[in-house]
Every structure is written in C-alpha cells, then in structure tokens.
C-alpha cells in the first residue's frame, strides 16, 4: 500500500534552534500534502496544505513565518520550525493524497516528535 | 460549524470482547467519512472509507456502518486483540476533498 515516510522520527534540540521535518510520498505522488499538529491525548489540528510548486495554505491561528513550508516536488514537502521555543514541542504528522485519485484516504506519515529544551 | 463527536472517549475491555464506538456529525455537505486507527506515537492508517451511499463497510475484524440520514457511524471490533489498543479517529470530509473534520479520537484498551 501507499507508503509516507516522515523523516526524522524524533528530535530534541535546544531553544531557538530550527528544526527541518521531512514528509516523502514513497510509491505515488502527491500534489497536497498536509502537516498537522497533535498534542497528548488530543486529536489532530490541521496546521497547513502544501501545495506542489505554489505556496502553502496556513490555518488561522498559525504562524507562516514560524512554521515554513516548502513542496518542490511531488513526493517531497518540509516543515520548518524556525526558531523553536518549548512550546512548540508536539507530535506533528504529515499526510499526502495520491493526485491519481483524491478521493482516497489521505495517507499519513509516522509523525515527528519535537522536544524544545 | 461542522463538527465531529465520538463516544466513549475511551473504554478498556477484556481480550476476546466485542466492542463499539460510535461518531455523530454535523458536517455538511458530506463526502465521506473514515475511519482510522492510531497507535501511541505512530500516525494514523485508515481502516475503512464510506460515501454517502454505503451504509456498511468491512476491513477484517473491523466493521463499519453509516446512517447518512441520522449523520452516525460506529466501527464495530469483534473478538478483540491486544494490539487493538489504540486511538480511534472519525474524520469526516466536506464535498471538497481537502476539508476534513477529525473528531477527537476514542481510546481504546485491550487487557489480558
């Protein structure tokens, strides 16, 4: 089945570091992909839709500057968190949709945990 | 405001027991609605799909069902494995298919 790879898996770093979040679509391709946000025991919160080779679509709320996104292929999209502070510390998973047929599933990736010192 | 519930928020039962979850809806208009599984710390794999026209839908020992007019789905486990423990997502979608709705997962525990 359809694979996304999300790279790296964990992350700890130190405050005021970025960190760059990989999001591979493996065996199809993907015009959108989409980056969420969890924290413990809550469900996902939409961050973002990466669109290929146009810019980023940002929820209300979230900060384009603080959490950059770039989708320069179609099997390819990253999540930069400039700066990081302890609060930005979560899960965040990406997903991708096959441009084959949309109306499948979105398939996500296995997340990155971020943990700000 | 489009919305998605699920119930219970979580639930532990005994290996081997049947169990049901359920999700109510307000999104409108509807496309589709899904169900995933999350276990701890990986992200989530869809378990099954429905449109507006099925009304049950099958994936092993999971199954599904719709009520398109009442806007409820359950997802169904019979005899229940350990590695069922999980969260389990309903994610509605809006006729577009970039607009989901994820409701806020129910918690599922299976114990020896």
């Known amino acids: 089945g359809a694979v996304v790879s999300q790279h790296p898996s964990w992350v700890i770093c130190k405050s005021g570091t970025s960190v760059k979040i990989e999001c591979r679509s493996l065996d199809f391709q993907a015009t959108t992909m989409f980056w969420y946000r969890q924290f413990p025991k809550q469900s996902l919160m939409l961050m973002a839709t990466s669109n290929e080779g146009s810019k980023a679509t940002y929820e209300q709320g979230v900060e384009k500057d603080k959490f950059l996104i770039n989708h320069a292929s179609l099997t390819l999209s990253t999540l930069t968190v400039t700066s990081a502070h302890p609060e930005d510390s979560s899960f965040y998973i990406c997903?991708?949709?096959?441009?084959?047929?949309?109306?499948?599933?979105?398939?996500f990736g296995d997340g990155t945990r971020l943990s700000i010192l | 405001k489009n919305q998605v519930e699920q119930s219970p928020q979580s639930l532990i039962i005994l290996e081997g027991k049947n169990c049901t979850l359920q999700c109510n809806y307000t999104v409108s208009p509807f496309s589709n609605l899904r169900w995933y599984k999350q276990d701890t710390g990986r992200g989530p794999v869809s378990l099954t799909i429905?449109?507006?026209?099925?009304n049950t839908k099958s994936n092993g020992r999971y199954t599904a069902t719709l009520d398109a007019d009442t806007k409820q789905s359950s997802l169904h486990i019979t005899a229940s494995q350990l590695s069922d423990s999980a969260s389990y997502i309903c994610v509605v979608s809006e006729t577009s298919y970039d607009k989901v709705i994820f409701g806020p997962g129910t918690s599922l525990s299976v114990i020896p």
């Open positions: 997903s991708a949709r096959d441009v084959v047929d949309p109306r499948q599933p979105q398939h």
């Open positions: 429905m449109t507006f026209s099925e």
